[in-house]
Each structure stands twice: as structure tokens, then as C-alpha cells.
Nanobody, 126 residues
Framework: EVQLVESGGGSVQAGGSLRLSCTVS????????LGWFRQVSGKEREWVAC???????YYGVPAQGRFTVSRDSASNTVYLQMTSVSPEDAAMYYC????????????????????WGQGTQVTVSS
């Protein structure tokens, strides 16, 4: 069974940085592409980023120029480095995985992902 566990959330000051982790068990990330999403209560889940098996990253508008997605096969972990954080970035952040090597054109659609973590909360103080 594939399990995804996010960590690294917490409180950060506006303008600061935070690194989220998503550790995968039950499956090698070498056979998965992974996405990051975020959700604010009462709003739809928003796509943040996706990373290929090769390490190539794709970013949603909120993340472009500020967030970086990376992966470490040795630890079976994917990271989301957040910089220049703003209050608008406050949300529950989720990682999601799907079997395959490349983020598809539908990478921003939550329904294509087979596996999800429980989320990690990010709060931003101004």
C-alpha cells in the first residue's frame, strides 16, 4: 500500500521560507510522479507543483518564481521549498502521487492522482 506523509508545515513570517517534505512508503518514487496541492477551508484544492521522475518541475501560478520542487530517491522523499512566503500561501498542503514518469498535461487536476497524504498546515504571520 502506498502511503504519503507530509511534514514541515508550521508558522512562518511573511517573506520567510519553509520546506515541506513528503515521504513515500510502499512504492518507489522512481516509478511515481508527484504533485503538491494546497487548500484553504471552503475553497477548492489548488495545484502548486508537480515533479517528474527525472526531477523536472512544473509550477502553478502561485508558485512560479518562489517555490521549488525536488526529489530524493535515496530517502523516497519529495520536497517543496517555499520562499518569499505571503499570507496568501497559508493553507493545508498536500502531496499526491500517480504511477508514471512524467507530469501529464492534466497535472493540475487532483482527480488524476491515485494517492494522497494527510496534509501539513502552513500558517503565515504578517
Amino acid at each position: 500500500e502506498v502511503q504519503l506523509v507530509e511534514s514541515g508545515g508550521g508558522s512562518v513570517q511573511a517573506g520567510g521560507s519553509l520546506r515541506l517534505s513528503c515521504t513515500v512508503s510502499g512504492f518507489s518514487i522512481s516509478d511515481l510522479y508527484l504533485g503538491w496541492f494546497r487548500q484553504v477551508s471552503g475553497k477548492e484544492r489548488e495545484w502548486v507543483a508537480c515533479i517528474n521522475v527525472s526531477g523536472a518541475g512544473y509550477y502553478g501560478v502561485p508558485a512560479q518564481g518562489r517555490f521549488t520542487v525536488s526529489r530524493d530517491s535515496a530517502s523516497n522523499t519529495v520536497y517543496l521549498q517555499m520562499t518569499s512566503v505571503s499570507p496568501e500561501d497559508a493553507a493545508m498542503y498536500y502531496c499526491a502521487a500517480r504511477s508514471g514518469s512524467s507530469c501529464t498535461a492534466a497535472r493540475a487536476n487532483p482527480s488524476i492522482y491515485n494517492y494522497w497524504g494527510q496534509g501539513t498546515q502552513v500558517t503565515v504571520s504578517s
